[in-house]
């Protein structure tokens, strides 16, 4: 339960947003050429960190934009919101 | 050699004010090195060493928990046992479960308070009513008791519940497994400490893994708080926190950790004499021997290790609890909480090897491993000591995710389970 600065709508509380989880997961370029465990490790294996994780959240019930949050998982603050697209903040 | 609990012993001790019991479980120092160690002291880790002394005479192990036995999701679950499960794997796993728990207070001599009150499963819309139905027929393929219970028959089992056709989620029928119910979930922690120390198991508090220390392709030892522990075979049962650990062995694993909130009523007088479950609308009630209402709510969509929860979870569980017991409206509710659930992609658990030797997982358990306790820690004791899954847990390795072959309990076995 916390607040999420929407890039694009501003200050919004939290069940206003869906989670995409964890973010920068690159899709596959080649997806023929993947092993199994590849497709694996993409489609499955997370990091599922406790502490500072970057995820994906979409605005479902307001603008419905996808961005992307820095979030410390062990106390829910939010450190960084940034666009799709735009290089995440350094750690 | 432990004083064995009787309404002898309770007579006596009476008579001296109870100030005269024996602890329930020593609290060792670590030692420099064991043949094995657990990480995680909840329900599941000490019934792994339970096992692993009393089935696999490796005594010569210990539990080491960061907190204390039974302070994490052990203590934070809503208690309900049932073996209704969909998948043949599933229904063997969870059934071998529920088979022990119908003798486990006698071979503990500690009470677990095992109630088989039954568990219903209510079906809200046509979609509903398919599912529980097949889930039903799968479970008697089985050897699982269950039947079909039509809406009357619904009302009959359990009185208080509006069966009224106007409300959002009609009851349009449910499910029954009268052998499922609920245990004292506290005190099977305890009674497997009790049993595993009386067994030579170190059982050891306040202990945090530091770090997984690795000698090429095997595990060498646990750093701790408390020191560096040798060890040859590490065992994880560390629920929400495994992937943490798994991280410290350079492993990942397919694991998200949610907040699942539970919150308890004020006591009342009995109310409600079964359990009774809703997926569709993510609630579900009982009620202890105490007389709260026990409410188990759903899973924040999201990563976190709060153990909080959010409040418009709860809500929304509320709500559809007053709709189906109008009867709860003035009840006011004494305590909420959060525990920190590891969910897997197919909503089924991992009992497994790893690619690192010496190195197991049991985690994955997600919203719903109270109830396997038992069955879990016996695989996983078999598993630790033969470095092969039993049969029944062949099916939930690692490797599922790589090869495909996932046991999807997911929409089976609905969301809250």
Redesign the interface.
């Known amino acids: ?1 916390f607040i999420i600065n929407c890039p694009y709508c501003g200050e919004r509380d ?2 206003e947003f ?2 995409g ?1 964890e973010a920068h997961i690159e899709r596959p370029k080649q997806p023929t050429e993947l092993s ?2 590849q ?3 993409y ?8 502490g500072i ?1 970057f ?1 994906r959240w979409n605005h479902a019930h307001g603008c419905r934009k996808w961005f992307n949050v820095v979030r410390d ?4 603050k939010i450190h960084a919101v940034y666009k799709m697209g735009e290089r995440p903040p350094l750690k | 050699m432990k004083n064995k609990y009787s309404i002898f012993s309770l007579i006596k001790n009476a008579l001296s004010n109870h100030e005269n019991w024996q602890r329930a479980w020593r609290d060792p120092e670590p030692k420099k090195e064991y043949d094995a160690i657990i990480v995680g002291g909840g329900g599941h880790g000490l019934a792994t060493a339970y096992y692993l002394a009393k089935k696999h005479g490796m005594t010569n192990i210990a539990v080491v928990e960061k907190g204390w036995i039974g302070g994490g999701n052990t203590g934070r679950n809503t208690t309900i046992i049932r073996s209704n499960y969909l998948w043949d794997a599933s229904a063997g796993l969870y059934d071998h479960a529920l088979k022990i728990w119908e003798n486990l207070s006698q071979e503990l001599n500690y009470n677990v308070m095992f109630s088989q009150r039954g568990v219903m499963n209510l079906a809200h819309n046509l979609q509903d009513v398919r599912d529980l139905k097949r889930r039903t027929h799968a479970n008697r393929l089985n050897g699982i008791d269950a039947v079909w219970l039509n809406t009357e028959e619904v009302k009959k089992f359990c009185p208080i519940i509006n069966t009224s056709p106007n409300i959002r989620y009609p009851v349009l029928g449910g499910t029954l497994q009268r052998r499922a119910g609920t245990a004292r979930h506290d005190a099977v922690a305890w009674g497997y400490a009790r049993g595993a120390d009386a067994m030579g198991v170190d059982i050891i508090q306040n202990c945090e893994v530091k770090g997984i220390k690795r000698n090429g392709d095997r595990v060498d030892g646990i750093e701790t708080n408390k020191g560096f522990i040798k060890t040859k075979k590490i065992g994880v049962v560390a629920a929400g ?1 495994s ?2 650990i798994a ?1 410290m062995a350079g492993i ?6 949610k907040p699942l909130q539970a919150l308890v009523s004020e006591p009342v007088k009995p109310i409600i004499d079964t359990v009774v479950m809703s997926n569709a609308v993510h609630a579900y009630v009982s009620q202890s021997d105490k007389g709260e209402l026990v409410i188990g709510a759903g899973t924040d ?6 153990q ?5 979870v709860i809500e929304g569980t509320l709500k559809a609890i007053l709709e189906l017991y109008p009867i709860f409206s003035r009840m006011k509710m004494l305590r909420q909480w959060g525990g920190i659930v ?1 969910i897997c ?1 197919d909503a089924s658990p991992i009992i497994s090897k790893t690619n690192i030797k010496g190195l197991y997982f049991n985690c994955g358990w997600g919203t719903g491993g109270f109830k396997a306790t038992p069955g879990s820690g016996d695989l996983f004791a078999h598993t630790i000591a033969n470095d092969e899954p039993h049969k029944l847990n062949a099916a939930f390795n690692l490797n599922r ?4 072959d996932l046991v999807d309990e997911h929409g089976a076995a609905a969301v809250a389970h």
């Open positions: 339960m939290q069940s869906s989670c989880g199994d465990d497709w694996a490790e489609l499955f294996m997370r990091k599922n960190i406790k994780q995820e998982t062990s106390n829910d | 926190h992937s943490v991280n990942k694993l397919p694991l998200e950790s969509a999201y990563v976190s290790y709060t909080r929860g959010s409040h418009d590891d992609p995710f790589v090869s495909g």
